[in-house]
């Protein structure tokens, strides 16, 4: 059976109609991926042509290539993070009109030689498996690099730090570009709509309370050691009230200090 759907002939731009034409073109201003041009000393991996294993975190697949090595694909936007790449992904613009003749290659993601993200090594309760009693400097150090050079992370957590190869950890997604996860904000930035706005003295002081978080989470996870017992203590301090929260360097000489002894 056919319908024919009635036409309100009292409307003006019915006769209009017909003759209009939409054309939809990618917004430069908008399309954000890096051209794979701009980093020639990187190696450069064709997307389509991984294998995606399993998930490590939520919207961080692993994959693998002929050489068996691991890597953790960060499908980017823009290139962040303190991490070294191991290479470059690549796949033709999305943004591309059709009009376009030439092959656009573009950025699509970094891959990093690892083990996993540290959320993923957590889950599945392996902490004990890696010298994890390394990560607790190491991340710390990390922040103190970032801090110097008047940024912050803003976005500390589980999921935003990877292993590398040799069991050894990194932060990545710095300035909280991608969005503030809650539960990992400190107390007192946790009304605050737009918190990577905040003064450089607040965001660092967050930066501090989220670190003293993981490294509870790290504590817990890594059984009755001496050194858990030592990061539980450091994790209160970085932890605390804004007023009395420790400095970065305070808690890495503690931490520093103690594992020798």
Not at 21 to 28: A, F
Not at 61 to 67: E, I, N, V, W
Not at 121 to 128: I, N, P, T
Not at 189 to 215: C, H, S, V
């Given at each position: 059976?056919?319908?024919?759907?009635?036409?309100?002939?009292?409307?003006?731009?019915?006769?209009?109609?017909?003759?209009?034409?939409?054309y939809?073109?990618?917004?430069?201003?908008?399309?954000?991926?890096?051209?794979?041009?701009?980093?020639?000393?990187?190696?450069?991996?064709?997307?389509?042509?991984?294998?995606?294993?399993?998930?490590?975190?939520?919207?961080?697949?692993?994959?693998?290539?002929?050489?068996?090595?691991?890597?953790?694909?960060?499908?980017?936007?823009?290139?962040?993070?303190?991490?070294?790449?191991?290479?470059?992904?690549?796949?033709?613009?999305?943004?591309?009109?059709?009009?376009?003749?030439?092959?656009?290659?573009?950025?699509?993601g970094?891959?990093?030689?690892?083990?996993?993200?540290?959320?993923?090594?957590?889950?599945?309760?392996?902490?004990k498996?890696?010298?994890?009693?390394?990560?607790?400097?190491?991340?710390?150090?990390?922040?103190?690099?970032?801090?110097?050079?008047?940024?912050?992370?803003?976005?500390?957590?589980?999921?935003?730090?990877?292993?590398?190869?040799?069991?050894?950890?990194?932060?990545?997604?710095?300035?909280?570009?991608?969005?503030?996860?809650?539960?990992?904000?400190?107390?007192?930035?946790?009304d605050?709509?737009?918190?990577i706005?905040?003064?450089?003295?607040?965001?660092?002081?967050?930066?501090?309370?989220?670190?003293?978080?993981?490294?509870?989470?790290?504590?817990?996870?890594?059984?009755d050691?001496?050194?858990?017992?030592?990061?539980?203590?450091?994790?209160?301090?970085?932890?605390?009230?804004?007023?009395?929260?420790?400095?970065?360097?305070?808690?890495?000489?503690?931490?520093?200090?103690?594992?020798?002894?």
């Amino acid at each position: 059976m056919l319908y024919r759907q009635s036409v309100d002939t009292s409307n003006p731009f019915t006769k209009l109609a017909p003759s209009l034409r939409v054309y939809i073109r990618e917004d430069p201003l908008r399309a954000t991926y890096p051209l794979h041009l701009q980093f020639l000393s990187f190696q450069a991996i064709n997307i389509a042509k991984v294998i995606e294993e399993d998930g490590i975190a939520r919207s961080v697949p692993r994959f693998t290539q002929g050489d068996k090595i691991p890597y953790v694909l960060k499908v980017v936007k823009r290139l962040t993070g303190v991490v070294q790449p191991a290479s470059i992904a690549m796949l033709n613009n999305p943004y591309a009109t059709p009009q376009n003749e030439v092959e656009q290659l573009v950025v699509s993601g970094i891959q990093y030689y690892s083990g996993g993200s540290l959320q993923h090594v957590l889950d599945k309760q392996r902490v004990k498996e890696f010298g994890w009693e390394r990560w607790a400097i190491q991340i710390g150090n990390t922040l103190g690099v970032i801090h110097r050079a008047g940024t912050t992370h803003m976005d500390i957590k589980p999921s935003n730090v990877v292993l590398d190869y040799d069991g050894n950890v990194v932060p990545i997604d710095i300035s909280g570009i991608d969005g503030v996860t809650h539960e990992w904000r400190a107390p007192e930035t946790q009304d605050e709509i737009l918190p990577i706005e905040l003064p450089f003295q607040a965001r660092r002081l967050n930066d501090m309370w989220a670190y003293g978080k993981l490294l509870a989470e790290i504590a817990s996870n890594a059984g009755d050691s001496p050194f858990a017992g030592t990061l539980k203590w450091v994790s209160g301090h970085f932890t605390e009230y804004i007023r009395n929260r420790w400095t970065l360097s305070e808690g890495i000489f503690q931490m520093e200090k103690l594992s020798v002894d």
